[in-house]
Structures are given as C-alpha cells and as structure tokens.
C-alpha cells in the first residue's frame, strides 16, 4: 500500500481523509494519516526497500463500530495494524484513536 491508496481506499469508503491535518471546519467522524518515521531496509549504503511507518488518527464524535469494521478490514485489510488506546479530548469534544502501521 501506498499514501496514495490509502487515501483511495478512504475515499472508497466514504471516509473523510486528509494528510497532515483536516481543513478547518471538517467535522467529525475523519482520518488523518502522517508517516511518523521511516525503517528503510539498507544495505550495502543503498536503499532497497522503501518502509514508511504511518500513524493514522481516527477521530470521532460518537463511537461507530461499522466505522472501525470498515478501518480494520477494509482500508487496513493487508497491512499489519496495531490499534492505539482510545483517548477524549474534552476541549474539542471529540475521542480518537490511533493505528499504527507499515508501508
């Protein structure tokens, strides 16, 4: 997977997705994904394979199951996820968890 078809795969979903941060306004449930580090495989002073760890927010205002179905077995079906706690904000109003994964 790529940045890319994970925003095709939101997109397919009807999720609202954005990288980096939501445009002002958007309200919740949305996801927003950012590559928070890179674990490259090297060798030989060479890259040879590209990995890029991606942390992807899911933020909402009432917890929906479906939503998180459709995350876990859908956008993320073939990728290795783990599933970060689940924290509210109370100035915002708003819970959110994170997954983390490879690509």
Not at 26 to 33: A, D, H, M, S
Request: charged fraction near 30%; proline fraction near 2%.
């Amino acid at each position: 997977m790529t940045l890319k078809d994970l925003k095709d795969r939101c997109d397919n979903a009807n999720l609202t997705y954005q990288y980096g941060m939501v445009e002002e306004g958007t309200k919740p449930p949305y996801l927003v994904g950012i590559v928070s580090d890179s674990n490259n495989f090297i060798a030989d002073n060479k890259v040879y394979k590209k990995i890029d760890s991606v942390e992807l927010y899911y933020t909402y205002k009432v917890k929906d199951t479906d939503i998180e179905d459709t995350i876990e077995n859908v956008i993320l079906e073939d990728v290795v996820w783990r599933k970060g706690d689940e924290n509210f904000y109370k100035d915002d109003e708003v819970w959110q968890v994170v997954y983390y994964f490879n690509i």
